[in-house]
C-alpha cells in the first residue's frame, strides 16, 4: 500500500490550495485519515482527520479554513485549504488507516505547501 499526496505549492497569503492523498495496493478497507504538518526542528501536528463515517476534527488553528473530505471510491482524501497564511508553510503529510489486510498505518511522502506574505 502507497499514499501519494499531492497539490502542495507556493501561494500567497489568503490563497487556497487542495491537496490530495491517492492510496494505491491491495485495499480492502480504509479508516480515519488524517493531515498532519510539520515545520523544520518542530513535531509533526496534526491538521485534520475524518473518519469512516465522516465524521471531522481540525486543529483549533485551520477550524474555518480547512476543509477535509474523502472519497473511498477513488481510495482519495482531500483537504481543501483557503485565507491561507504564512503560518501555514509546512510539509504536509497524509496518513490513513488501511486494511490491506491486516489493518496498518500508512504514510505519504509530504507535499511542501508555502505561503508567502
Known amino acids: 500500500v502507497q499514499l501519494q499526496a499531492s497539490g502542495g505549492g507556493l501561494v500567497q497569503a489568503g490563497g487556497s490550495l487542495r491537496l490530495s492523498c491517492v492510496a494505491s495496493g491491495t485495499i480492502y478497507r480504509i479508516g480515519d485519515v488524517g493531515w498532519y504538518r510539520q515545520t523544520p526542528g518542530k513535531q509533526r501536528e496534526l491538521v485534520a482527520r475524518?473518519?469512516?463515517?465522516?465524521?471531522?476534527h481540525y486543529a483549533d488553528s485551520v477550524k474555518d479554513r480547512f476543509t477535509i473530505s474523502r472519497d473511498d471510491a477513488k481510495k482519495t482524501a482531500y483537504l481543501e485549504m483557503s485565507s491561507l497564511m504564512p503560518e501555514d508553510t509546512a510539509v504536509y503529510y497524509c496518513n490513513a488507516e488501511i486494511f490491506s489486510p491486516p489493518w496498518d498505518t500508512f504514510w505519504g511522502q509530504g507535499t511542501q505547501v508555502t505561503v508567502s506574505s
Open positions: 475524518i473518519n469512516r463515517n465522516g465524521g471531522t
